[in-house]
């Protein structure tokens, strides 16, 4: 293990930041709320075979949340978060205070289009402004040569790729690929709150994935089999089972050359997101 350096406030980062350019090293960032699982680190140690210096940011974003959704109960682990990172490429941990992220006056949002319809906005509204204001702030503070996202949240991915695009920060956006469970469910950190019966329906959702990624049938038939197969094995409801436009989440259309199917439902209060790429 190695120690890893702790900076809470953006002008030591950049302080940081100025020293590690000074001699040379390309930076990296990873941006995460924490909670960290091998998903995390592996994105940590993909970059950091791209860089010499990896940045891990964790910040539990609450402009991400709506009122009614989890911030207070977001699982919040920083000393095991930062033993974890110890084992990885990783040398750098910032983890802002939400009164340094968003001081008293901040009055600046963010509205995101393009790949941010439809999907997690139609269940959850906010949350392409909150990730995108976050996640601009982030790249603004650090200046990355390059920042990695995990393709777990597909759409996210796309979203950024479009804000650094659109707003012409200096930035390589990266994927990272989705780390799964010995039975195909994605890791993630709300996966911590499913209760052993509830874990046991969650192993479903990556077969009927695999089954839509896979269908031979047009897009509307196969998302419909998809919806009605995940609650026949116990999920409560099912935000959205589809096969969209691998490139902009669009609709399928002449114009397609790569899809992606896409999963989000829920157990009693917690929800689960798939992709994986279809034929």
């Known amino acids: 293990m190695k120690d890893i350096t702790l900076l809470r406030h953006v002008d030591d980062l950049r302080a940081h930041i100025k020293a590690q350019r000074a001699n040379g090293h390309r930076i990296g960032l990873v941006p995460t709320m924490g909670a960290l699982h091998e998903g995390h680190l592996s994105l940590v140690n993909e970059i950091g075979q791209k860089v010499d210096t990896v940045i891990v940011s964790i910040f539990v974003n609450p402009t991400q949340f709506a009122a009614h959704e989890d911030l207070d109960t977001y699982p919040r ?9 110890s084992t990885t490429r990783a040398s ?4 802002p205070s939400a009164s340094d992220m968003y001081p008293s006056g901040f009055a600046t949002s963010m509205a995101v289009a393009g790949p ?5 906005t139609d269940e959850r509204p906010h949350f392409f402004g909150g990730v995108g204001i976050v996640v601009t702030k982030l ?7 390059v920042a990695i996202f995990g393709e777990k949240d597909y759409q996210q991915l796309l979203v950024i790729r479009r804000i650094v695009r ?24 709300r996966n911590a709150y499913l209760t052993r019966d509830q874990r046991a329906i969650a ?5 009927i994935l695999e089954q839509l990624a896979g269908s031979p049938h047009p897009p509307e038939e196969a998302s ?23 490139d902009t989440l669009d609709a399928l259309g002449p114009e397609t ?4 199917a896409l999963i989000a439902a829920r157990l009693g209060d917690v929800r689960l997101i798939d992709n994986m790429a279809a034929r």
């Open 203 to 207: 192993a479903h959702l990556n077969h």
């Open 257 to 260: 050359t790569s899809r992606r």
């Open 116 to 120: 941010a319809l439809g999907l997690e």
């Open 77 to 85: 682990h920083e000393a095991a978060d930062l033993e974890k990172l």
């Open 139 to 145: 790249l603004l503070q650090v200046l990355p040569d």
């Open 92 to 95: 750098v941990v910032y983890a």
């Open 166 to 189: 659109d707003l012409n920060i200096p930035v390589e956006i990266i994927g990272g690929p989705i780390i799964r469970e010995a039975d195909g469910l994605a890791m993630s950190s």
């Open 224 to 246: 419909a089999h998809a919806r009605a197969a995940l609650l026949e094995a116990g999920f409560s409801t099912v935000d959205y089972a589809c096969i969209r436009d691998a």
